[in-house]
């Protein structure tokens, strides 16, 4: 036993040439342990995840298990550059700096694959979250939410892992920090309505009085469809293809109306004047039998016709019915309208033309006072 232990010391050699033999057994020690590791996780762990209902645990493995071999392969070199750093004598200054920059390049390399590796595993989080609470509200995830919020973990993550890989080359970042913190103070003050208007996007973002694809009616008096939902403005596109661009701050601070929702079906109106005289049963049945043939209208509620006001001249009667899709009112109440002008000019029912009676009156004659 002690003739073989010899050979082996023979063999290997001693001083520099023993490290760098561990440095390459730890090397291939690291690389077997991940290649165990990545089978366990391909074999027992499929199966395991197979049997859970979620679609996270498939999704994170999809994240994890391509890196675990540039992980392995960074951790075996990293101690195997350990362990040859020590078999470099003092004297050796060359030998020195390279291992040094050499455990560097590695250490950067190391911080950066865990740094993707966490932003990766916090996006696929982040975007799961997001699909479960729009399911379980039954609504449509917010595009504009997921890509901003997605960037700022991606700034803090990337800026946590500056400030760890400075620390490790012993560089003080407490001047930094100040740095940062003065600065930001400084950038706040300059940029008071920017950021008035960001944290007012976080607000539409979260509390979501309206969506994208919504029609909305602004302050102003302009409709439009909900365009685009940015960090700083919202975009609407009115009814000629132009884009408004309304700062967030603005709109959280004044009333707009949402047609779109919490329901997207909406009123239907259509206002006819009849001239006094006509009948208003025949009058109704003609304005219903169009409304109930009317694809674009619901049934339920069922359209119904009101005798709203009595004029100088006519009559007012308004049909009331209700279409699923805002995009549906204007042409619905178009083709109403055009269909019951129709079947009225066939009826002779008028709409009542308005008529002035004027009096002429001659001046009246000027007398001339008597003489007395």
Not at 282 to 288: D, G, S
Not at 313 to 332: E, F, M, N, P, V
Request: glycine share 6%; net charge neutral; hydrophobic share 45%.
């Amino acid at each position: 036993m002690d003739g073989l232990f010899q050979h082996v010391q023979q063999f290997i050699g001693s001083g520099f040439t023993l490290y760098m033999w561990n440095g390459i057994v730890a090397f291939a020690t690291v690389m077997i342990i991940g290649f165990f590791f990545k089978y366990f996780l391909n074999t027992a762990g499929r199966k395991l995840i197979a049997k859970t209902d979620t679609e996270l645990d498939d999704k994170l493995f999809a994240v994890i298990l391509p890196r675990i071999k540039w992980l392995a392969i960074v951790i075996g070199l990293y101690l195997a550059a350990e362990q040859i750093s020590k078999g470099i004598s003092h004297t050796d200054r060359i030998g020195e700096e390279l291992i040094l920059y050499s455990e560097g390049i590695i250490y950067i390399a190391f911080v950066s694959l865990v740094t993707i590796l966490v932003i990766r595993l916090i996006d696929t989080l982040l975007k799961h979250a997001m699909e479960v609470h729009a399911k379980k509200t039954s609504s449509m995830i917010n595009e504009a939410v997921f890509p901003i919020l997605n960037r700022l973990v991606m700034i803090f993550i990337l800026f946590v892992a500056v400030v760890i890989s400075l620390g490790h080359f012993s560089v003080d970042v407490s001047s930094l920090l100040v740095f940062l913190g003065g600065g930001s103070v400084a950038i706040a003050l300059a940029a008071q309505e920017t950021l008035a208007n960001m944290i007012a996007g976080f607000v539409i973002m979260l509390d979501r009085p309206f969506r994208i694809g919504d029609r909305i009616k602004l302050p102003s008096g302009e409709i439009g469809d909900v365009f685009e939902i940015g960090l700083r403005s919202t975009k609407i596109l009115d009814f000629d293809n132009n884009l408004i661009i309304s700062p967030n701050a603005e709109l959280t601070k004044t009333k707009v109306i949402n047609y779109s929702y919490p329901r997207s079906d909406i009123r239907v109106l259509v206002e006819v004047s009849v001239a006094y005289g006509t009948s208003i049963e025949r009058a109704r049945e003609i304005m219903l039998n169009f409304a109930h043939q009317n694809s674009d209208l619901l049934k339920q509620p069922e359209p119904t016709i009101f005798f709203s006001t009595m004029g100088e001249t006519s009559c007012t009667l308004q049909l009331i019915g209700r279409t699923d899709d805002w995009k549906k009112k204007g042409r619905a109440e178009n083709v109403l309208r055009e269909q019951i002008y129709t079947a009225f000019m066939k009826e002779g029912i008028s709409s009542g033309i308005v008529q002035h009676v004027v009096q002429l009156t001659s001046p009246n004659t000027h007398v001339s006072p008597k003489n007395n």
